[in-house]
């Protein structure tokens, strides 16, 4: 089964500030992984994603996000906040299995980040 | 630029009433997946489908029902809408075969039954 875990529901982060949302994921076999951002009342827009290669992959708005397969886990990372990061953030996974997945992304259940000024 | 429509942002629907929730992507996607999106809750997938006339149940497919007669329309049924239904309705679209691309959404449906 695959499976991905937000352990934070929320984290704040003074802007200027590093922040870090945390992801941890299950998935038989090589997993491919994604990071959204919604902000209120919209659809979920694409920040960046893992896929084979370097473990720090580079996506947008700054954002970055460490692929650690030892400790299964794909935090989001930027190295100082701003204002207007705040927003819902997603993380997401599925696996290049495609007979077991019909190509279906399992996310996690979303970490709001709230920078204050 | 690539794009997901949803036929409305905000709805107010009556009990009973039997709703319809368009979604058609630009993209040739075969996949197509509808979201049912509550606080504390995250995405949760109710249908998707995976070509013409093809669907695919998810985890929460009760009261609901999918349609998709072209490859660039995927549509969500509230047979009889009741007010547990009142949520956000998120769909999205994705390449298939290529296990590495990203989905694409919509701006949502925010249902309100009363």
């Known amino acids: 089964a695959q499976s991905v875990a937000q352990p934070e529901d929320q984290v704040n982060v003074a802007e200027g500030n590093p922040l870090t949302v945390k992801c941890t994921y299950s998935?038989?076999?090589?997993?491919?992984l994604f990071w959204y951002v919604q902000y209120p009342n919209r659809g979920l827009q694409f920040l960046l994603k893992y896929i084979t290669g370097d473990n720090l992959v580079k996506g947008s708005y700054g954002f970055e996000a460490e692929f650690n397969k030892s400790q299964t886990s794909f935090h989001l990372k930027k190295p100082s906040a701003l204002v207007s990061d705040s927003a819902l953030y997603f993380c997401?996974?599925?696996?290049?299995?495609?007979?077991?997945?019909?190509?279906?992304?399992?996310f996690g259940r979303g970490t709001q980040l709230t920078v204050w000024p | 630029d690539v794009k997901v429509t949803q036929s409305s942002r905000y709805l107010v629907k009556r009990t009973g009433e039997k709703v319809f929730l368009e979604c058609v992507q630009d993209m040739d996607h075969e996949n197509m997946f509808w979201y049912r999106q509550d606080p504390g809750l995250g995405l949760r997938l109710i249908y998707f489908s995976y070509d013409v006339k093809m669907k695919e149940k998810g985890d929460i497919p009760e009261g609901y029902s999918v349609s998709r007669e072209k490859k660039e329309r995927f549509s969500l049924i509230l047979e009889s809408a009741s007010t547990n239904q009142t949520s956000m309705y998120l769909c999205a679209s994705r390449l298939q075969g290529a296990g590495g691309t990203e989905a694409f959404f919509g701006q949502g449906t925010r249902l309100t039954v009363v």
């Open positions: 997401a996974v599925t696996s290049p299995d495609r007979g077991s997945t019909l190509g279906r992304l399992y």
């Open positions: 998935v038989s076999g090589n997993p491919y």
